[in-house]
């Protein structure tokens, strides 16, 4: 009985390439070629080479494989918080693009705090990923160095920018702000709030198309606005609504910065016998999941994050892989999608 050749296996018992080589009957380079699906490689071979490969377990390193040919297959991914459906849409749609093109994406999650998402560029861009992807603009002067001293190809997601040189993929907050404003106004609302939370960039961009659009109308009134640095929930929404409603007796309409707290204001006025639209009309922002259960179901803005996740990962392949096409700016737009809440 022939007996499988011993393993040689470094210290830390991973089993190598030359171990797979020296079981195939074969040289490393060509079980490395095999193994990579090149073009050349007899196929028979390939086959008792994967076979080799199986039988032993044999895992390719990728940080091996990335120093033999200077080239990361890791791309950096930096969105605030995983909690939120919002990126994990996103974080779906850039999976999906990468993963089967050879590239793996390293999330980092910066928490809406400038010096963890300095510390994340100041730990993963000296391994050199091959590409980087943000959200927004809104970041340190120490971070925006860190990028751009890099040279690693980087694509900001959710904004957009006509700043030259800057490849982004999103859609304007502020306009869609203004566009579900005025959706209340058109109902013929006069007496309308704004509850925000969390108040990250984006939040506070609605808020200004909020203002934008009141401003334009002659009504606006900064009394109406009730801004909370808490993450967003729907128990913060329950409590905003029922504070608004304490403050500011005579509203008509609320625009929510996003659904689930929309969805809490909604649960709060059914408590309280408070009708919705009759009474007060209700919109949120993002049309996360839920929002077209709700009683009445809930007036929103439907946000195209899975599509700036594939439209921001293709547009990065194409400047990791060196296209001559120059970066710039992608306009995804929004939908206004109007329910029973106003």
């Known amino acids: 009985m022939t007996e499988a050749p011993r393993r040689s296996r470094r210290s830390s018992g991973r089993t190598t390439l030359s171990d797979v080589a020296q079981l195939a ?16 490689v007899d196929p028979q071979l390939v086959l008792k080479v994967r076979q080799a490969a199986d039988s032993l377990g044999y895992v390719p390193d990728p940080a091996a494989r990335a120093l033999a040919s200077q080239k990361s297959t890791q791309v950096l991914v930096l969105v605030p918080l995983l909690s939120n459906a919002l990126f994990v849409d996103l974080l779906e749609a850039v ?27 100041r730990t993963y861009l000296p391994h050199r990923p091959a590409g980087l992807l943000v959200t927004g603009f809104d970041r340190s002067e120490t971070s925006r160095r860190l990028i751009a001293q890099s040279g690693v190809p980087c694509v900001h997601l959710m904004e957009t920018s006509d700043a030259p040189g800057v490849a982004c993929v999103g859609f304007s907050q502020t306009d869609a702000g203004a566009a579900i404003t005025q959706h209340l106004l058109d109902r013929g609302r006069r ?8 108040l990250d960039p984006r939040v506070l961009q609605r808020a200004e198309g909020y203002r934008r659009c009141l401003r334009a109308a002659g009504i606006y009134d900064p009394r109406l ?11 913060l929404g329950a409590r905003l609504f029922e504070e608004m409603l304490q403050r ?26 408070v009708q919705v639209p009759a009474r007060i009309a209700m919109a949120g922002f993002n049309d996360l999941a839920g929002s077209d259960q ?3 179901s809930l007036t929103t803005v439907r946000t195209p994050r899975s599509e700036v996740g594939r439209e921001g990962a293709a547009m990065l392949l194409g400047m990791m892989r060196g296209s001559a096409a120059a970066p710039g700016s992608i306009e995804l737009g929004y939908e206004l999608v109007v329910r029973e809440s106003t």
Do not use: K, W
């Open 25 to 40: 009957g074969v040289s490393p380079i060509t079980v490395s070629r095999a193994l990579r699906g090149e073009r050349g």
């Open 95 to 121: 999976h999906r693009t990468l993963f089967p093109e050879g590239f793996q994406p390293l999330i980092g999650v910066t928490h809406y705090d400038s010096a963890e998402e300095e510390l994340l560029l």
């Open 191 to 198: 007496r309308i709030a704004f509850c925000g939370a969390q």
């Open 225 to 235: 606005e009730m801004l909370s640095p808490e993450r967003s929930s729907i128990a």
């Open 248 to 273: 500011m007796p005579d509203i008509d309409a609320i625009f929510f910065c996003n659904d689930d707290i929309a969805q809490g204001g909604l649960l709060a006025a059914h408590r309280l016998g």
């Open 294 to 296: 709700m009683v009445p």
